[in-house]
């Protein structure tokens, strides 16, 4: 594989924040790779022709990022049973027949940041999600595989909640009816976009306690609204979703070469980097 060049992208829009190139060349970097990382800004009605034409000139695998996670699902052959639980991809990979596959490793990568970074697990956990849209339907299935003791998922329209609300120990609700509930969560989770408009959705004291951890997946800038407001009312332990963009990419680079890189470097790297451009 030495003397070999791969071809990798990610297909969104935007893109150019992506901190997907630095990320991957990194990985490629631990097995003497060579790879190229390119960002491929599309819009919807030029999606399905970008990513066939990608792998037709020699494209090696893709990740696919907003809005199109659920839009490529129709451009693949074969989605994984993760993919389709989550209905969304974001990994591409062609098979030994040169069929392309769909993958889902946002999932495993946010399980994966909360047990190497967070040091915390979800068996027999009180479980709160923020947010009902893409972002949580794309790590749920995930979640659920790790025997959480029960699972709230509050939205404000209640019907998207429940369309993801599927298991036996799922509840939907909306922000008012959260606002009711007598109970705390182990483990509270920001999912919405609200971030980067400088914005987060809340609950209120009572829905956490001392040991509860709170996790945006958002990143840097994103993730500080929410960040911020845990800290107001007194949250003690927060984390932002920088581990999980790292651990889904480590995922997804397995699927493309069976290799698992190590993601330790890259978070503090990555981590002294977002800092240094806040400042």
Not at 44 to 64: D, I, P, T
Not at 102 to 128: H, M, S
Request: aromatic content about 10%.
């Amino acid at each position: 594989m030495k003397s070999k060049h791969y071809k990798l992208a990610l297909f969104g829009q935007p893109v150019n924040h992506s901190l997907s190139p630095a990320i991957h060349q990194q990985f490629a970097s631990q097995f003497d790779l060579s790879i190229q990382y390119y960002l491929i800004d599309v819009g919807a009605q030029h999606l399905e022709n970008k990513v066939l034409e990608f792998f037709k000139s020699g494209g090696y695998g893709a990740n696919v990022t907003l809005p199109y996670k659920q839009q490529v699902m129709k451009y693949v052959k074969y989605n994984s049973k993760l993919a389709q639980q989550a209905q969304a991809v974001n990994t591409i990979y062609c098979d030994e027949n040169n069929f392309l596959r769909g993958d889902n490793t946002d999932g495993i990568g946010f399980i994966n940041d909360l047990k190497k970074r967070c040091d915390f697990d979800c068996q027999d956990k009180k479980i709160l999600i923020l947010g009902a849209g893409g972002a949580t339907q794309g790590i749920v299935p995930a979640i659920l595989l790790q025997s959480p003791k029960a699972m709230t998922i509050a939205n404000r329209t209640l019907k998207k909640a429940q369309n993801i609300a599927v298991s036996e120990n799922s509840l939907a609700v909306t922000f008012d009816e959260l606002n009711q509930l007598d109970e705390s969560f182990d483990l509270i989770i920001h999912s919405s976009s609200l971030g980067h408009q400088g914005k987060t959705l809340e609950f209120l004291p009572h829905h956490f306690h001392d040991q509860t951890l709170c996790y945006d997946l958002s990143y840097a800038k994103a993730a500080l609204p929410f960040m911020e407001f845990c800290h107001s009312i007194g949250v003690q332990s927060t984390c932002d979703g920088l581990g999980m963009l790292i651990e889904q990419a480590a995922c997804a680079f397995y699927l493309w070469f069976g290799l698992q890189p190590n993601t330790d470097d890259i978070l503090r790297d990555l981590c002294i980097t977002i800092w240094r451009k806040k400042k």
